[in-house]
C-alpha cells in the first residue's frame, strides 16, 4: 500500500495507534470503515429518496465499497488492527503510538499471510496441487521473484469472479432468512454503503457468508448474470458484462493464450475437439470454445482456465491451480519478511500466530457467539457452528512481550 494511503487511514490523534473509523456512524458501538474525504472524485449510491451522490468507505483497496461482502471484511480487519492495537499498548504503555500502529500492522500483516496460505489456498487448489505446486516452506530465498504475474493477477486470480453468488443474503442470529432484512440481488448493492449502515450493520452480512455457499460454478453459466449483465462501476452511468472486460483486459495485457500457458505449465496442448472435451467439465463446453474461437490456440486463456474440469477437492482446473499455486510459492519463498522467517518473530510468537483464524477474527470483532471453526468451509447452524469461547485466540502478552520491528 502507497505511504500516502497508509497516511490517510491512520488516525493521527490516537495515542494507540489506531486506524481511522467511521465518525457518524457505529454498529452496535463496533467500527465501520471511515467514508473518504469530501472532495474525494467518485461517490456511491445514495440512499432512495436522498438527492445527490453519498461517500465510499475509505480503506486500503478502492473497490471496498463495490459490494457489501467485501465492505465486511475490510471493516473486520480494521476491527481487528484496532483491537490489536489497544490491547498491545495496554501492555506497554511505553511504546509510542507509530511503534504500537506499526506492530499492530505486522501482527495483521502475518495473520492475513497466515490465514491465506494455510486456509484458503488449499480450498482452492485442492491438496494435490498444494502439494506440486507450493509445498512446504522452506525459507527464504534470494533467488525467487516475488513480483506478481501478469498472468496471475489479469486472468488466473479472477477464477473467483465464477464464485460469486448473485444474490447477497443476511441472516439473523438462527442464521435463518432474516424477516426484516430480504436478499438482495447483487446489482443492488453495488457502491452501496448505506445498506451496510441502514440495514443490519455486519452480522447480518457476516452470518450470510458463512451460511451460505459461493456460487457453483457450473459449465451452463460460469458467471452469474448479475456480473455479466448488470455490473455497476462509479465510473460509468451504464452497466458492463465483467466477462467481457476480463477477456479484454487480457488481450490488452498482451497474454499468450490458453494452450501456451497449458505448455508453460507441463501440461498438454490441447489440438482436438477430443483433447479439449477431455479438459472441460463438458462435451458442450468444448463445443462452444470451438465454435467461437475455430481452434484450442486461439482460446483466451481467462475462459480457458475457468472452462475446465475442476481438480478434486479445489474450485479450479489444473491450469489455474499450476498459476495461483506458482504465485502464492513465489509470493511466501521470495518475501524476506514471511512470518515464518525466523527473524520476523520468535518461535513462541510464530506458535500463536499459528493458533489464529478467521473465525476467530470474526468471533472478536462481530457479535455472533458461533461459528464454524473453519470458516473457509460451509457450515448447517447450529451443528457445524462452535462457541466462540472454544475457538483458540492469540495470547497478545507473548506476541507483546517482545518487538521485532521490520
Not at 465464477?162 to 448493492?189: G, I, M, S, W
Not at 513465489?330 to 483464524?357: I, M, Y
Request: aromatic share 8%; with cysteine; net charge neutral.
Amino acid at each position: 500500500m502507497a505511504e500516502t494511503q497508509c497516511c490517510r487511514l491512520r488516525n493521527w490523534t490516537s495515542s494507540e495507534g489506531l486506524l481511522r473509523v467511521n465518525a457518524r456512524h457505529q454498529d452496535a458501538g463496533r467500527a465501520y470503515l471511515p467514508f473518504v474525504p469530501p472532495h474525494a472524485p467518485l461517490a456511491c449510491a445514495p440512499e432512495p429518496g436522498t438527492q445527490g451522490r453519498a461517500p465510499c468507505f475509505l480503506a486500503g483497496d478502492s473497490r471496498a465499497s463495490e459490494v457489501p461482502s467485501l465492505t465486511a471484511l475490510h471493516t473486520l480487519w480494521l476491527r481487528e488492527h484496532n483491537r490489536l492495537a489497544s490491547s498491545l499498548k495496554a501492555l506497554n504503555p511505553h511504546w509510542s503510538a507509530d511503534t504500537t500502529y506499526q506492530e499492530a500492522r505486522k501482527v495483521v500483516g502475518a495473520l492475513h499471510q497466515v490465514i491465506t496460505l494455510r486456509d484458503y489456498v488449499p480450498r482452492v487448489l485442492g491438496p494435490e496441487a498444494v502439494r506440486q505446486h507450493v509445498g512446504p516452506y522452506q525459507g527464504y530465498d534470494a533467488a525467487v521473484d516475488p513480483t506478481v504475474s501478469n498472468v496471475f493477477s489479469t486472468a488466473a486470480f479472477r477464477f473467483g469472479h465464477a464464485t460469486v453468488h448473485p444474490l447477497v443474503r443476511r441472516l439473523d442470529a438462527r442464521f435463518q432468512e432474516h424477516p426484516d432484512l430480504p436478499q438482495l440481488p447483487l446489482q443492488d448493492t453495488f457502491f452501496s454503503p448505506w445498506r451496510l449502515l441502514k440495514e443490519g450493520g455486519l452480522d447480518p452480512l457476516v452470518r450470510g457468508l458463512l451460511a451460505r455457499p459461493a456460487k457453483l460454478q457450473v459449465q451452463d453459466q460460469l458467471m452469474n448474470d448479475e456480473l455479466t449483465e448488470r455490473l455497476f462501476v462509479l465510473s460509468s452511468s451504464g452497466t458492463f458484462d465483467l466477462a467481457s472486460l476480463n477477456l479484454q483486459r487480457g488481450r490488452d495485457h498482451g497474454l499468450p493464450g490458453y494452450n501456451e500457458w497449458r505448455e508453460f505449465c507441463g501440461l498438454a496442448r490441447l489440438q482436438t475437439r477430443a483433447d479439449l472435451s477431455s479438459a472441460m467439465a463438458s462435451g458442450s463446453m468444448a463445443d462452444r470454445l470451438l465454435d467461437l474461437y475455430k481452434h484450442p490456440d486461439n482460446i483466451d486463456v481467462w475462459l480457458g482456465g475457468l472452462a475446465e474440469a475442476l481438480l478434486p477437492g479445489a474450485r479450479t482446473g489444473p491450469l489455474f491451480a499450476c498459476l495461483i499455486g506458482r504465485q502464492m510459492k513465489a509470493l511466501r519463498n521470495g518475501d524476506w519478511f514471511w512470518w515464518e522467517n525466523s527473524h520476523v518473530f520468535t518461535e513462541a510468537q510464530r506458535r500463536e500466530l499459528q493458533r489464529h483464524s478467521l473465525s476467530r477474527v470474526i468471533c472478536d470483532n462481530t457479535g455472533l457467539p458461533r461459528v464454524p471453526a473453519d470458516a473457509f468451509r460451509l457450515g448447517t447452524f447450529p451443528q457445524d457452528f462452535t462457541p466462540c469461547e472454544d475457538i483458540p485466540g492469540l495470547n497478545l502478552e507473548v506476541l507483546g512481550k517482545q518487538r521485532f520491528l521490520f
